[in-house]
């Protein structure tokens, strides 16, 4: 176990103003009271770790992160449990998934333990954050920035790795059951590119396309491979998956451009118990568009850490729409999603060891 110094906090938040934030929490605009920070230096390595008061980062004006843009993070949520327990759902993923960020950025490696005790750290300071309706949980954004001041492109040589908590309700705000999806003109990454790896500009350059698709009425963008512009790929922050007539399921392979996700990775798991046969493979968007015509595709869903399992129910692209079976949730969505959030919050068994209690 990492030994963090302890900074006392001057002002943490009443009571009263807590618990109105945990009645009505959104996503990611209330924040908790206490931060971690650690310090990596090219002579020293990782020192300093320290759990503080959650405040602003003082940075100077040529701090690298600010100019060549090293900055990585990772998202996982803390979960209450029926006996008034707190877990964490595969944070040691997270953690090798943010090492795989940062060899990609050119950034230092952190410890996956680490890692895990700072998520862990700063859930046991903030414990009293984490809501207990059902659908919330306590949002953990781990990240790291470059922090020399220099002008010069090559890796830094300091680096500050911070871990933040917040409260989180629905990740869409409309609450539909299915959400409505804009294929983007725009390509989100290409092979050799920085597409595999969870860092700010990936999400900066997807932000013009999120924003056509919401003016057109729709929740959220879907990308399309760079060179032939046809293959499925990924939505602005998750991963897809396509449900079929014959219990097939699958999704686009991770090829280089597609987040390697980790709700991804477990649903993969959790529908070849319910007897799926799911396949890593391309599929074209031509192909997705006769296949909703024709019955073969029974239902679509996203998934991530913010959204868990979202149904997709239609599909746009320029002035052509196509609806997804009955354009609700699907019943495969939906008994994924029960069974994943089951074992998340220990509700059900979990052999496959993913849950970490922490409190």
Not at 168 to 192: C, E, L, M
């Amino acid at each position: 176990m990492t030994i963090f110094a302890r900074l006392p906090h001057p002002a943490p938040t009443p009571a009263d103003a807590r618990a109105a934030v945990l009645a009505a929490p959104g996503f990611g605009t209330n924040f908790t009271d206490h931060m971690i920070t650690i310090d990596w230096s090219e002579a020293v390595g990782w020192h300093n770790a320290t759990l503080g008061p959650r405040r602003p980062i003082a940075l100077d004006p040529a701090a690298s992160v600010l100019h060549y843009a090293q900055e990585i993070f990772e998202g996982l949520k803390a979960y209450p449990t029926a006996d008034g327990g707190i877990t964490l759902f595969r944070p040691e993923a997270n953690a090798a998934r943010f090492n795989a960020s940062a060899r990609r950025l050119a950034m230092p490696e952190l410890p996956d333990g680490l890692f895990v005790d700072a998520c862990r750290e700063l859930v046991l300071a903030d414990r009293d954050w984490v809501p207990t309706q059902d659908g919330a949980s306590l949002y953990l954004r781990p990240f790291m920035i470059a922090t020399e001041a220099f002008l010069g492109v090559r890796p830094a040589k300091a680096y500050k790795f911070i871990v933040i908590a917040s409260p989180a309700g629905n990740y869409f705000k409309s609450g539909a059951p299915a959400v409505s999806i804009w294929v983007s003109q725009y390509t989100r990454a290409a092979p050799g590119g920085t597409g595999a790896a969870k860092c700010g500009g990936n999400y900066a350059a997807s932000l013009v396309p999120q924003a056509e698709a919401m003016a057109k009425g729709h929740d959220q963008v879907v990308f399309l491979d760079a060179a032939e512009h046809q293959w499925v790929e990924e939505l602005g922050g998750m991963n897809l998956y396509f449900v079929f007539a014959d219990g097939t399921m699958i999704t686009p392979p991770l090829s280089g451009t597609i987040l390697p996700g980790i709700t991804r990775d477990s649903l993969m798991a959790l529908a070849r118990e319910e007897g799926l046969t799911v396949r890593e493979e391309r599929y074209s968007l031509p192909q997705w568009r006769a296949d909703a015509a024709s019955g073969h595709l029974l239902e679509c869903f996203a998934c991530g850490t913010a959204a868990v399992v979202t149904s997709v129910g239609q599909v746009t692209e320029g002035d052509a729409s196509f609806t997804i079976g009955g354009g609700g949730p699907g019943q495969v969505a939906g008994k994924l999603k029960e069974r994943l959030v089951a074992i998340q919050r220990g509700a059900a068994p979990d052999p496959h060891g993913w849950v970490m209690r922490v409190a």
